[in-house]
């Protein structure tokens, strides 16, 4: 299957050489080209050998990611541990029993670290494999302005608060992300990561039960794997067509009210994102395009650099 990069590889390249040439001046992709020259090779073999073994592996990343900007910046806080003196944002609601991955970065941390001691971030090691993912899974690339340092704190409250509900309505969710800097449009881009990955049960049981835009037929379909009561664990696809390859088909679902989430189906629903939802649907290079610059937009979410922050050593637990 051709992917999308293959198709856009050119106007990628554009993309990506004008995005990063116009984001936090602190921020470079050639960062570590001098402290550490194997960086992206070692980000990249590893996030193989990882989706390569679970496919949803991808979409794990790259939630991981989103979950660690909409909090306080793209900063690695997300990956802390709670102890007995330190609450991260690991168990707040929408981080609890959901965000996964964990494991891969651990082990990308550990081969950057034998490679490069006490030289790249945590926050860095989770942009890049963010992207990795999505190429593995026939997504577009983008340049990935690097040089972030790692956060010595978390929010609990700011991931409870920050992080867009599955059930919001489409002006909370043109808010949440105008919180952020970024716009309707770069949210209806961002969205369409739905096109990989799973989702609970309880994040999508009121829109299957009580919700009237959605699709009968599919209704019915997700109900077999999501009961009314219980089950709030189970998983269905996103994108029921294809779960693991990175395209356009969660627009042409929402077109046909085949939205798994409540605020996915708000995009196209008689309101402003409708036009562009459209679009999307129909052209497959423009979607990458704008995902593209919007990946590399919200990446640049109030980075630390310079001295501040910190270079962990393990990405769970401050040094």
Sequence with gaps: ????????????????????????????ANFYVKSCPNFQTIVRN?????????PRMGASILRLFFHDCFVNGCDGSVLLDDTTTFTGEKSALPNKNSIRGFEVIDAIKTSVEAACNATVSCADILALAAREGVIL?????????????????????????????????????????????LTARDMTALSGAHTIGQARCLTFRTHIYNDTNINSAFANNLKAT????????????????????????????LLTQRGVFHSDQELFNGGSQDALVRAYSNNIALFASDFAAAMVKMGNLSPLTGSNGEIRKNCRVIN
Excluded at 1 to 6: A, C, N, P
Excluded at 46 to 54: I, L, P
Excluded at 245 to 251: L, T
Aim: proline share 6%.
């Design 1 to 28: 299957m051709v992917s999308i990069g293959q198709l856009i590889i050119i106007a990628f390249s554009a993309i990506s050489l004008f995005s990063s040439s116009n984001v936090n001046a602190q921020l470079s």
């Design 46 to 54: 590893t996030m193989r050998q990882a989706v390569t073994k679970e």
């Design 137 to 181: 899974l026939g997504g577009p690339t983008w340049t990935v302005p690097l040089g972030r340092r790692d956060a010595r704190t978390a929010s609990l409250n700011a991931a409870n608060t920050n992080l867009p509900s599955p059930f919001a309505n489409l002006s909370a969710l043109i808010s949440n992300f105008a919180a952020q800097g």
């Design 226 to 253: 999501c009961p009314f009561s219980g089950g709030d664990d189970n998983l269905a696809p996103i994108d029921l067509q294809t779960p693991n390859h990175f395209d356009n088909n969660y627009y042409q679902n």
